[in-house]
Nanobody, 123 residues
Framework: DVQLQASGGGLVQPGGSLRLSCAASGFSFDGYTIGWFRQAPGKEREGVSI????????YHADSVKGRFTISRDNVKKTVYLQMNSLKAEDTALYYC????????????????WGQGTLVTVSS
């Protein structure tokens, strides 16, 4: 079975950092693009960061550029999202998802989704 297990969320003060992990199993990990998406209460799910199959191509939403970094370890079958300088508006449920094709912000193109990990930025 395809599984994506997101972890690393929690409560952090504004300006703080968190690192999210997305552990994959059940598929050929290095053949898939991985994306991090987030959904805040009352808002649509939005793309945050995407990484291509080899890890050489990365993309970040304008709202997180310069603060978030996405990376992947194809041996460990894990994708990471390093989040620095966190703001209250980063509070959301963060999901990782995968797709066979190239990088895309269109969430409907991602076939498999993890269960989400909650990030709360508050003082």
């Amino acid at each position: 079975d395809v599984q994506l297990q997101a972890s690393g969320g929690g409560l952090v003060q504004p300006g703080g950092s968190l690192r999210l992990s997305c552990a994959a199993s059940g598929f050929s990990f290095d053949g898939y693009t991985i994306g991090w998406f987030r959904q805040a209460p009352g808002k649509e799910r939005e793309g945050v960061s995407i990484i291509g199959r080899s890890g050489g191509a990365t993309y970040h939403a304008d709202s997180v550029k310069g603060r978030f970094t996405i990376s992947r370890d194809n041996v460990k079958k894990t994708v990471y999202l390093q989040m620095n300088s966190l703001k209250a508006e980063d509070t959301a449920l963060y999901y990782c998802a995968c797709r066979l094709g190239g990088p895309s912000w269109r969430r409907e193109l991602y076939k498999y989704w993890g269960q989400g990990t909650l990030v709360t930025v508050s003082s």
